[in-house]
Nanobody
């Protein structure tokens, strides 16, 4: 069974940090592209970041570049999103996503598999 389970969301003050985790099961972890989308109230879903199957290629949206870092731990079948210098407009539900390739990132499409999401709220 294919599963993506997010954790690590919460409430943080502006300028703070959070680390999201995505536990992956049912996929060949070493052959799967994993990423993160987010959706804020009243807005469309936005691709935030993704990491290649080998971990050698990472991509970030312009809105998070330099503040967020994606990484993967193959021993734990887990992908992380380290989020620093958080801003109120980072407030959203964050979804872990998976696909066989990165095509969705380059074509502004949507990956095939989605987790249930975790809420991140940045507020003073």
């Amino acid at each position: 069974q294919l599963r993506l389970v997010e954790s690590g969301g919460g409430v943080v003050q502006p300028g703070g940090s959070l680390r999201l985790s995505c536990a992956v099961s049912g996929f060949r972890f070493e052959s799967t592209v994993i990423g993160w989308f987010r959706q804020a109230p009243g807005k469309e879903r936005e691709g935030v970041s993704c990491i290649s199957a080998t971990g050698t290629i990472t991509q970030y949206s312009n809105s998070v570049k330099g503040r967020f870092t994606i990484s993967k731990d193959s021993a734990e079948n887990t992908v992380y999103l380290e989020m620093n210098d958080l801003r109120p407009d980072d407030t959203a539900v964050y979804y872990c996503v998976a696909d066989k390739s990165m095509t969705w990132w380059y074509t502004s499409g949507y990956p095939d598999y989605w987790g249930q999401g975790t809420q991140v709220t940045v507020s003073s």
